[in-house]
């Protein structure tokens, strides 16, 4: 009698779906607890920006604001922001000063904030409710503290969408696991081991068309016995399965190479995806901000110390603006309409247009592109934006001036476009990381650090390349190498 064995499609679809569950518990753990604290972070830090002007607008001392000043028409604007559940103001003696909506009166978190001047953020023990805590200073001392108090239904709303979501898909993959992994196995590994047993019966008999040498489940284990009774008719086959076996082995090297190559794909994909997605969710709320920003800039003019707090934010959030649209351009880049395209043309254009925006003030331009130069086929458009971030950068590398050349060579099959400046040049160990996304050199506020991660994803839509050189002291040079027609 025969002990009893599952099937190899078992054992395999089995394992596979172990794994599986297992892996996806421990990313749902991850990625819910991720999702959870980039979204109370957020809400907290908007709570914070929030509650700092309503400290800003009070009057000194700290009293209730005069019925229709701005500190007035701010706090009734607050109320009505999304979420909105309470607000608390208190003087560094523990006196209410505002309270709207706020019954709780004061808590040691409060306190200590008054103590402390550190200024915090918790989430109710429920967790339906946020809550941001700041001091308020009139020249350097705390004269009081400040609480807000603002739902997190819709954060938590999210959070529920976001674990539906992931629960759908994981039940999908493992439906897609059960019913399309038995049918390849059936197909790939079953059916074959089947008719190979078949064949080591004929081949008992003398019939030399087959070898085989496996182990294992229910299928492998009968094949595996019939092959104990051929291994003397089979030994002069040996070199024939070792290369047979090769064989297999690079077909499974290439298929995984191929499987990489597309799971890295799928990832780029996905990281495109959750750039642009992010960029949008940043944009909505900084759209708010930017304009609350101008209208009290235009109620504060006289002021002129608010007046300038509002100048810095405006100037901070417009640089958030700048990098949220850099990541746009980064995550979703123009389909390439490719067209013939000549170097010297492009480059006199490119020169014309930013000399008469005052770009290159104080610098010697130089353009080097002889008229036997080969014309390119790429996207001009895409070309001249590229080319346009390079210049920039060589102008900003050069902010007492200096020479700025832009040359254009033949090498072999390939046309180099070259941006060289006798700038502040670049140290060895920033060289393989200038065109990572959101690296720069520049002082915080000058750059984004997407401009020449940009670049590279166009060089590569255009077909070409792009590469840098530099040294401190001397200057940069940037190649872009796109093959000519």
């Known amino acids: 009698m025969k002990p009893f064995r599952f099937t190899l499609t078992f054992h395999i679809l089995a394992s596979l779906s172990a794994l599986l569950v297992l892996t996806w518990i421990l990313l749902s753990l991850i990625s819910f607890k991720t999702a959870e604290n980039d979204l109370y972070l957020m809400k907290g830090e908007e709570g914070k920006s929030l509650l700092a002007s309503v400290g800003d607008l009070l009057p000194r001392p700290l009293t209730a604001p005069p019925p229709g000043s701005a500190a007035d028409r701010y706090l009734a604007q607050l109320t009505k922001w999304k979420g909105y559940a309470g607000l608390l103001v208190v003087r560094d003696?523990?006196?209410?000063?505002?309270?709207?909506?706020?019954?709780?009166?004061?808590?040691?978190?409060?306190?200590?904030?008054?103590?402390?001047?550190?200024?915090?953020?918790?989430?109710?023990?429920?967790?339906?409710?946020?809550?941001?805590?700041?001091?308020?200073?009139?020249?350097g001392q705390i004269v009081g503290a400040g609480r807000l108090t603002f739902s997190l239904a819709t954060e938590q709303q999210r959070l529920k969408e976001q674990r539906q979501l992931l629960l759908t898909y994981f039940t999908l993959d493992f439906l897609l696991l059960l019913l399309f992994g038995s049918y390849l196995l059936s197909r790939s590994v079953v059916v074959p081991i089947r008719r190979l047993l078949s064949a080591t019966g004929r081949i008992a008999a003398g019939d030399l068309q087959g070898t085989v040498n496996v182990r294992g489940s229910t299928e492998v284990a009968e094949l595996s016995n019939a092959f104990n009774l051929m291994v003397m008719a089979l030994r002069e086959k040996q070199e024939e399965v070792e290369e047979k076996v090769a064989s297999l082995n690079r077909a499974n090297a290439e298929l995984r190479e191929a499987r990489n190559e597309t799971v890295r794909s799928e990832k780029m994909a996905s990281v495109g995806l959750l750039a642009a997605g992010m960029a949008h969710e940043i944009g909505t709320p900084l759209a708010a901000v930017m304009g609350y920003t101008d209208i009290l800039a235009d109620e504060l003019s006289s002021d002129e110390e608010k007046s300038d707090?509002?100048?810095?934010?405006?100037?901070?959030?417009?640089?958030?603006?700048?990098?949220?649209?850099?990541?746009?351009?980064?995550?979703?880049?123009?389909?390439?309409?490719?067209?013939?395209?000549?170097?010297?043309?492009?480059?006199?254009?490119?020169?014309?247009?930013?000399?008469?925006?005052?770009?290159?003030?104080?610098?010697?331009?130089?353009?080097?592109?002889?008229?036997?130069?080969?014309?390119?086929?790429?996207?001009?458009?895409?070309?001249?934006?590229?080319?346009?971030?390079?210049?920039?950068?060589?102008?900003?590398?050069?902010?007492?001036?200096?020479?700025?050349?832009?040359?254009?060579?033949?090498?072999?099959?390939?046309?180099?476009?070259?941006?060289?400046?006798?700038?502040?040049?670049?140290?060895?160990?920033?060289?393989?990381?200038?065109?990572?996304?959101?690296?720069?050199?520049?002082?915080?506020?000058?750059?984004?650090?997407?401009?020449?991660?940009?670049?590279?994803?166009?060089?590569?839509?255009?077909?070409?390349?792009?590469?840098?050189?530099?040294e401190v002291g001397k200057g940069s040079s940037f190649v872009l190498r796109i093959p000519h027609i």
């Open 93 to 139: 003696n523990g006196e209410t000063v505002v309270s709207i909506k706020d019954k709780r009166g004061g808590d040691p978190q409060l306190y200590s904030v008054l103590l402390g001047g550190r200024p915090g953020f918790q989430v109710s023990r429920d967790g339906r409710y946020g809550r941001c805590y700041a001091p308020i200073t009139d020249g």
């Open 309 to 470: 707090y509002l100048r810095r934010i405006g100037e901070e959030t417009r640089r958030i603006d700048r990098i949220v649209r850099g990541l746009l351009d980064f995550s979703r880049p123009r389909p390439a309409v490719r067209e013939e395209v000549e170097v010297r043309s492009l480059f006199e254009n490119i020169v014309e247009l930013l000399g008469t925006q005052g770009v290159l003030k104080q610098l010697e331009v130089r353009i080097e592109a002889g008229a036997a130069l080969p014309d390119i086929r790429a996207d001009r458009h895409q070309l001249e934006q590229l080319l346009i971030n390079l210049i920039m950068n060589a102008r900003d590398a050069m902010p007492q001036g200096g020479t700025l050349s832009l040359i254009g060579r033949s090498d072999g099959d390939e046309v180099l476009m070259e941006v060289r400046d006798t700038g502040m040049g670049m140290p060895p160990e920033h060289l393989p990381l200038v065109f990572d996304p959101f690296f720069t050199t520049k002082e915080p506020g000058k750059g984004t650090g997407l401009g020449l991660a940009i670049a590279a994803r166009i060089a590569e839509s255009c077909g070409g390349r792009i590469t840098v050189q530099s």
